[in-house]
T-cell receptor
Framework: KAGVTQTPRYLIKTRGQQVTLSCSPISGHRSVSWYQQTPGQGLQFLFEYFSETQRNKGNFPGRFSGRQFSNSRSEMNVSTLELGDSALYLC?????????????FGPGTRLTVL | AQSVTQLGSHVSVSEGALVLLRCNYSSSVPPYLFWYVQYPNQGLQLLLKYTTGATLVKGINGFEAEFKKSETSFHLTKPSAHMSDAAEYFCAVSEESNYQLIWGAGTKLIIKP
């Protein structure tokens, strides 16, 4: 079974631009979560989608948004990029949003904002 | 609110020595507990998890962790460190009432030859 895939793996943008990252979960997984990872803040939860609905949202500004499609693939968008948005963005999937289910992570998208 | 504390942002051990990475959580109800590992330039991979039952949990790559409710701890151990264990390790907790994972800050494990 293929793992979680994320595209692109690396991205360089300039301040003020917007970016869209894509995540394809493991086949059969319907829950997709997004995280931002930085050396200073560690792993921070962005949002979770299940069956095309956002179920939970972390404490990020409205510039960060996401969506999920009917095939469970998910995208996240960051508008008006700031230098502080430079980070590794991780996507994780699991079959359904249950507390005892582990998440399966993709390799991440490394975003650099210049 | 739940929180997870990992003692030591960096832990250094010699190859062949015992690995002990500490994780303490705050939870008023029985939690679910996870350890993940992240190798450089990769995503996170599950090492082991505790949900119910036996409090000593065995994971991949020779790691194990023991859930101690009285100490609210879930420390990760490995009897003999290998160079390939060098990575960052994350402890996380979730509850039935709020199944979102709460993450520790991570511990970088350094293996000295």
């Amino acid at each position: 079974k293929a793992g979680v895939t994320q595209t692109p793996r690396y991205l360089i943008k300039t301040r003020g631009q917007q970016v869209t990252l894509s995540c394809s979960p493991i086949s059969g997984h319907r829950s997709v979560s997004w995280y931002q990872q930085t050396p200073g803040q560690g792993l921070q939860f962005l949002f979770e989608y299940f069956s095309e609905t956002q179920r939970n949202k972390g404490n990020f500004p409205g510039r960060f948004s996401g969506r999920q499609f009917s095939n469970s693939r998910s995208e996240m968008n960051v508008s008006t990029l700031e230098l502080g948005d430079s980070a590794l963005y991780l996507c994780a999937s699991k079959p359904v949003p249950l507390a005892n289910n582990e998440q399966f992570f993709g390799p991440g998208t490394r975003l650099t904002v210049l | 609110a739940q929180s997870v504390t990992q003692l030591g942002s960096h832990v250094s051990v010699s190859e062949g020595a015992l690995v002990l990475l500490r994780c303490n959580y705050s939870s008023s109800v029985p939690p679910y507990l996870f350890w993940y590992v992240q190798y450089p330039n990769q995503g996170l991979q599950l090492l082991l998890k505790y949900t119910t039952g036996a409090t000593l949990v065995k994971g991949i790559n020779g790691f194990e962790a023991e859930f101690k409710k009285s100490e609210t701890s879930f420390h990760l151990t490995k009897p003999s460190a290998h160079m390939s264990d060098a990575a960052e390790y994350f402890c996380a907790v979730s509850e039935e009432s709020n199944y979102q994972l709460i993450w520790g800050a991570g511990t970088k494990l350094i293996i000295k030859p």
